[in-house]
């Protein structure tokens, strides 16, 4: 079967479109997508930026929430502004990994549910809490697991391979052949490129 990673961060706008829509699109083609939660923050450090460059660029942060309304509009999927924007998203991304590989969709899609649609807060405990409990998740196990050194782990080596893949956005796809798509414009380029792949 063929197979797509997936790259999204849980602040990043456009990851949000991409994780609620990949499933379906994947599943129409008969791909496998591999969910791989990272963090940008490190990426975006090394090139010398503090925070997103939707904030650093006002010109391009504009354009951006518009498009994000474009394409909720057309998507079929609600948009509310997260304040502050980007959210932190280390414990959504540790607590994604703290789950079964299985789990980890559902989980991230009602994520950014919560955050995107929503407007909650994605570094508060209790949202994620609440997530779990009515996922059928047991919540206090999944928080313990999130702050252990295999989780811990994990997630820097998702970030480590991603700066490695030449990742330097969410969401991004790559294939086994080691194509790299960035940006939910691209999600189904990807899909169908890693079925010629098979």
């Not at 540790?94 to 009602?110: I, M």
């Not at 779990?132 to 047991?138: K, N, T």
């Amino acid at each position: 079967m063929a197979v797509l990673d997936f790259w999204y961060e849980f602040a990043s706008t456009y990851s949000y479109p991409a994780a609620m829509k990949i499933g379906e699109s994947a599943a129409r083609r008969g791909v496998a997508v591999r969910w791989r939660p990272f963090l940008l923050g490190p990426i975006f450090a090394a090139q010398g930026w503090s925070t997103s460059p939707f904030n650093l660029y006002p010109a391009k942060g504009r354009y951006m929430w518009r498009d994000m309304e474009r394409i909720c509009a057309a998507e079929g999927l609600a948009l509310n502004r997260p304040d502050p924007f980007p959210q932190n998203s280390l414990l959504a991304a540790r607590l994604t990994l703290a789950l079964d590989e299985g789990a980890r969709p559902a989980f991230s899609r009602a994520v950014y549910e919560a955050e995107f649609a929503e407007g909650r807060a994605i570094d508060d405990p209790a949202t994620h809490s609440a997530i779990l409990a009515r996922l059928g998740h047991d919540a206090p196990a999944a928080s313990v697991r999130a702050t252990e050194a295999p989780v811990k782990d994990a997630l820097r080596a998702n970030v480590a391979e991603a700066q490695a893949r030449g990742i330097f956005g969410a969401p991004s796809f790559t294939t086994t052949g080691g194509e790299l798509f960035w940006g939910f414009d691209r999600m189904e380029a990807a899909l169908d490129w890693a079925l010629r792949e098979r």
